[in-house]
Each structure stands twice: as C-alpha cells, then as structure tokens.
C-alpha cells in the first residue's frame, strides 16, 4: 500500500520537476542552471476577451492599456489594465480637419488589411497598415487624422503605380512594423528593405535610413570579388545588410532594434540606435547581446538549430531590455552593459508557454508575450530572483553601491551560479578598500578590469609596507654577491682595478 | 659533480646564448666542431612542450582566457611534438632539394636549440605576468614579442648556417618549407578522412550483414 502510494505521489510530481529548468550562459560559455528570472502569472486569451481573433501580430503598451493589432480580423483591440476587452475597432471615421486638408468627402470608413504594427503616444495611434501599403494616424478617439502612402526614395512605387518599364527594382511601401518618438518621428521597419529603419517626419515626408550596417568585405573576398567576371558576381549570394525585424523606441529616443542573423552579423542582432543613427549598444557582457551563445549548427532533425532569431524587444527601467525569441520561445533579458541576466519562456501549447511568439511589451513590471498560433497574451511576472537583479542593477544605476551589495549579497544565495552578482559585491567591496577581499569576487565574477584596480591597490600598499624589508633584501644580496667576487678575485691574486 | 654541473651550464646556457648574440660563430662550432647536442635540442623541445601547459594554467588571471578544466595536456604536447616534426620534415625536404649541406640530425638540432630564448624569457615572464596590472600587461606582451622574435632570429641564422645559404635562398627554403609542411598537413586530412570512411563502410557492411543473419 504504502509503495504504491509513493509509486503515486512520485508519478504525480515528476512531470512538475521535468519543466524545463533555467539556464544561464557562465563566462567559459558553457549552459549553467541558473533560478528563473520571470515566470508565469496569468494569460489572456480571445475567450476572456470575449472576441474572435485570427493573427494577432502586434501589442504596445501604452499607460495603463494594452493596444494589439490581428492581421487575420484586420482589427484594432485595446485592453485595460485588468485585462477586460475595451474596444474592438475595424473601421475608423475621418476627422473633419483630414477631410478639409485632402480636399475630398469620403464618407466610408476607413478599414484595415492585415495591419501587422502598432505604437501609440500621446498625438495619436499609429498603425502598419500593411495590406494597404500605408501607415495609419489616428487619434485616441479612433478618428483618422493622416495617413501616409507615400515616401519620397527611389525605393519605392507611389501608391497604385505599377512597376513598368524604368522602375523594375522599385518596390511597394509595405510597413511592418512602427515606432514613434515624442516629436510624432516615425521608425518604420518595411519588407525588402535593407537600407535600414525608415525615418518619416511628422508629416509624412521621408527623412532618411536610420541604423544602416555597412557590409564589411574582408581583403579576401575584395580580391577575389575583382577577380570575378560579371556573371560570376550576378551568381554569388547577394550581401545583403542587416533585415530589421522589430524596433522599440525608449524615452531617451533611443531605438532599440532586433535583426535577423546573418553571416556578417552574427554577433550584433541587437542594436541601440542613437538618434545620430549610430549602434551605441554596450557589449560589455560576457557575450555579446545575442540570444543563444550556444547552439547547435547544420540540419538535423533531432534540435532547433541555428543562432536565436530575435523578432521583439522591450525595455524597461535602468535600460533592462528584453528580446523575444521565436525560434526557441525563449525570452532574454539583459541589462544596460550588455550582461545576460536570466532567460525565460518555454515553449508549448500549455497556458504558460508559448510557441509563436510575435510580440512583448513591458506592463508595469510585467512582460507581455503575445502568442500568434495560440492568439494569447501570456504575462510573466518577476520572480523573488529576478526582482532581487533589477533591484541591484537599479541601485548600481543610482550609484548606491553599498545597497547594490546587499541585493547581490541576496541574489548570490538563492543562485550561487550567477557570476555578475559577485562583480557588484566586488565593487562595494573596491570602494571600501578591502582589497584582497574585492580581488576575491571579481575573480568569481570575471571582471579583469575591475579585478586589475583591485590589485594594483592590494600590491602596492603591500610594497610601501615591506619597502624596507625589499630595499634591503636586494641591497643586501646584491652585496653579498659583489663581495664574494671581490674576495675571490683578490684570492686567485687578481686586482679589481685593472682587468688582466 | 661540479664539473658534471659545469658541462651543463656550458651545453644549456652559455653555448645556446652565444649562438643567440654571434649566429655565425656559434653555429660553427656547432656544425663543424660538434658542439650542438642531440639531447639538449631534445630536452629544450620537451620543455616547450612543458611551457605550453605551464603557460596556459599559470598565465596571470588578467590575461589568461583559457578555461582551466579544457586544458589537455597530450593535446598541448602533441601539437608541439607535431610542429617540429611537420618543420623538419618539411624543412629536410626543401632543403635536399636545394643542395643544402645539412642533415636532418642538424635540422632538428637547430630547430631545438631555436627554442632556447622563449624558454629562458617565456617563464619568468609568464610569473611575472601574475604580478602585473592591465595597464602594465605591456610589460609581458613585449617580452614574449621580444621572445618569439630571439627565436624566430636563431632558426632563421640556423638554417641559413647548416644549409650554408644566402640570405635570400634562406627566405626562399622557409617559404618552401611552409608549403610544404601545408601539403602534409592536407595530405595527412586527406589520409585519416578516407581512412574514417573505409572504417564506416566496413561496419556498415558488417551491421547489414549482422541484421541480415
């Protein structure tokens, strides 16, 4: 009886511990357990929400409201912060003043096609209206106030233009996904363009590519390239620079943006573009910001291979920003030097998992995970770990390094594994001189640099307390030597003062 | 003994360091009144060999980006057991070819002895290393420079001795000997991969034949 109870219990809780353990890249690169940072806190689905949807592509959090956009039922939803439905919009009036300026009485509501992103501030909602080849501003009444079909680059077709003799290579504007800045700027991220991130003004007019990677050709491929006659060339892959798939604008103005990986990018499919339009993303980690370090390369069927393919990223306080991977369902935090924080998300058609993950946004201190297969919103909360990290990283921000110390003090016991906790006590430990002590954790935290302060201090004072001790030891040796050459010079008869 | 402790010093030290600051002279003395040694080449390469683990376990912390649990000790010592032997080999060869005057005993003497100086400034500057901050790093990085460059200078003044070279036939035997220590190396690929291939088809044919009856 009692075996078989045990036989039970056993039965019942293994399934519970094989849930997928979290992991952690270590310095050396190999895959550490490590305690999860965020974990599930509640879903919201299209039943709760009381709607059909079809393909849910896109959400943004704006205040205390939930904005998403389904390229299936071509509809605009906005959720409160209870995760009640507030509106469901398909087809939006005109404002009286857009009308007066086109010069036209369209009386039709205006309906979307597979819109596929959404960003909203405080002018306004504006939305990928990709279907329509155009992006849609409305007001926070869901009035049209301008819509933009036209950007003024050799690119691209105007509207209803049809690729004729002259403009083959030319293609149609179709935004995939916005984002705008406080001056209504917006950031829009097309197919086929790899020029890099639209910047259209406020009112419409094209400003410039924004973000732009120049291919770097090594000296190899330059000779070999001069080589090569012109069908040779037209037979070679075509280099193509870095194909945005996501941007999100932080309140700095900065856009931080994820790309596909390709060979000449493999290491940076994260940027934070400034608004110079310079990558000034920190990558002070040990690995550079890029999902996955360790992955398995070349087809097979038993593993997801290949580099993580970003398709999302949120920010949030303290420039902790986390990037979505739809490829493995995975969520990657990290913070504002570039270090790894936790990894989350699972993959699976539980409520808690996801397995087509399209879009994140942070909610407060929750993250949103919208899930296009199982048209889901899952929340993931941080956990005690994870709220102990951004604790430390936002006293560390502050400049509060003896407060930094306490939460990392905190954060090491519950997950020994975590190397940058041991840098952060390191550095209280620097400023309080006890130097020894410092050299200790930034060894365990793989921080040279600090690790080198550290030293330098710990060396010479024990070099300015021994100096007479050294001073005289060298002296003394030194001397001993001499003399000892001297008396044996003078013992085989030789003279010191002339060489015979 | 202190004659026995003499010998030594005057076949590990003095006479390694005199080839070192009068390459002619010395490799004179050490082709035609024999004073190179068979076994203290051999002694210098084994603690290459020894240096290259002792390098990547004791490297101070502030450079050293080597995992301590992936050393292999047999890898290090094969990697360097397979250096001199693909550059004498290779170096014989060429050198054959081009009508040098030495054998491969000397070829292999030199190459030995060329390791003298990264022995005698590698260690302590290895030690050192650990006693040094980042900024101070420089201090090893240009006695290892100055190391690699002592040794690079006595293989160079070695062949061009014992083959009784030019200047220009020497740079000439070196490119050569590269080439074709890459074509051992691609044959040598090219052997174990056909090899790995017969030993797969076998078992292929023998887990057929093994299902079959």
New interface residues.
């Given amino acids: 009886m009692r075996q078989k109870l045990t036989l039970l219990i056993v039965l019942m809780i293994t399934p519970l511990l094989m849930a997928a353990s979290s992991y952690n890249y270590s310095y050396w690169g190999e895959v550490i357990h490590s305690a999860p940072g965020m974990t599930f806190a509640t879903y919201v689905d299209a039943e709760q929400l009381g709607v059909s949807l079809a393909s849910p592509e896109d959400l943004v959090v704006y205040q205390d409201d939930i904005f998403m956009v389904d390229s299936g039922t071509h509809m605009l939803y906005v959720i409160d912060e209870t995760f009640q439905l507030k509106d469901a919009k398909s087809s939006f009036n005109f404002t009286q003043s857009y009308l007066d300026a086109e010069d036209i009485n369209q009386i039709n509501p205006l309906t979307l096609n597979t819109p596929s992103g959404v960003d909203v501030t405080d002018s306004g909602i504006f939305i990928a209206d990709t279907g329509n080849y155009r992006i849609v501003k409305l007001n926070h009444d869901f009035e049209v106030i301008d819509i933009f079909d036209y950007i003024e680059d050799d690119t691209f077709l105007a509207p209803r233009e049809s690729a004729t003799e002259g403009n083959e290579d030319k293609i149609y504007f179709e935004p995939k996904k916005i984002t705008v800045d406080v001056t209504d700027r917006m950031y829009v991220i097309a197919k086929n363009v790899y020029e890099g991130i639209l910047e259209i003004n406020y009112d419409g007019s094209f400003n410039r590519y924004t973000g732009v990677n120049p291919i770097k050709l090594t000296p190899f491929e330059i000779f070999s390239r001069s080589l090569m006659t012109e069908e040779q060339l037209a037979q070679l892959q075509l280099f193509l620079p870095t194909e945005y798939t996501n941007a999100s604008i932080d309140d700095r103005n900065f856009i931080y943006a994820t790309s596909k990986v390709s060979e000449n990018n493999a290491e940076n499919p994260i940027q934070l573009i400034n608004p110079k339009g310079v990558d000034v993303i920190k990558r002070n980690g040990y690995f550079p910001p890029m999902g996955d370090v360790q992955y398995i390369e070349g087809s097979n069927s038993y593993v997801i291979e290949g580099p993580s393919t970003l398709v999302d990223i949120a920010s949030t306080k303290d420039g902790i920003y986390t990037v979505l991977d739809q490829k493995r369902s995975r969520l990657f935090t990290y913070d504002s030097e570039g270090n790894l924080l936790y990894i989350d998300g699972d993959e699976g058609k539980q409520v808690d998992k996801f397995s087509e993950g399209v879009a994140i946004g942070y909610f407060k201190d929750d993250l949103l995970v919208l899930d296009r297969k199982t048209k889901t919103i899952i929340v993931y909360r941080l956990t005690e770990f994870g709220a102990y990290v951004n604790e430390a990283i936002h006293y560390h921000n502050e400049g509060m390094f003896e407060e930094a110390a306490q939460v990392w003090k905190k954060v090491v016991k519950m997950n020994s594994n975590y190397e940058i906790a041991y840098n952060g006590i390191g550095k209280l430990l620097l400023r309080q001189e006890k130097f020894k002590e410092a050299m200790e954790y930034f060894k365990l935290g793989h921080d040279q640099y600090y690790y080198s302060k550290a030293y330098k201090e710990y060396r010479n004072a024990i070099l300015k307390d021994n100096f007479g001790i050294i001073m005289g030891s060298i002296v003394f040796v030194s001397g001993t030597f001499i003399g000892l050459k001297i008396r044996s010079t003078y013992k085989k008869g030789g003279s010191i003062l002339y060489e015979d | 003994m202190k004659t026995k402790l003499k010998m030594f010093y005057q076949h590990y030290v003095r006479f390694p360091s005199y080839i070192l600051f009068h390459p002619f002279d010395g490799y004179e003395e050490f082709k035609r009144y024999n004073q190179g040694k068979f076994r203290v080449a051999i002694v210098f390469i084994l603690i290459y060999a020894y240096f290259q683990i002792f390098s990547y376990q004791n490297l101070g ?3 050293n980006n080597n ?1 301590p ?2 050393l292999n000790s047999l890898q290090e010592i094969f990697s360097v057991f397979l250096l001199v032997f693909l550059f004498t080999v290779g170096n014989w060869s060429v050198t054959t070819l081009m009508e040098g005057k030495g054998s491969y005993r000397e070829i292999f003497m030199v190459t030995g002895y060329s390791l003298f100086p990264l022995l005698f400034i590698g260690f302590p500057a290895v030690v050192l290393s650990n ?1 040094l ?3 101070e790093m420089a201090l090893y990085q240009l006695s290892m420079f100055i190391a690699y460059f002592c040794a690079a200078w006595m293989l160079f003044m070695g062949i061009l001795n014992i083959h009784q070279y030019g200047l220009f036939k020497t740079i000439l035997a070196f490119i050569a000997t590269f080439v074709s220590m890459s074509v051992m190396m691609f044959v040598g690929l090219l052997f174990f991969d056909l090899i790995q291939q017969i030993i797969s088809f076998i078992s292929s044919i023998y887990e057929e034949i093994n299902l079959r009856y």
């Fill in positions: 912390f502030l450079i995992n649990l992936m006693f901050t980042l900024e």
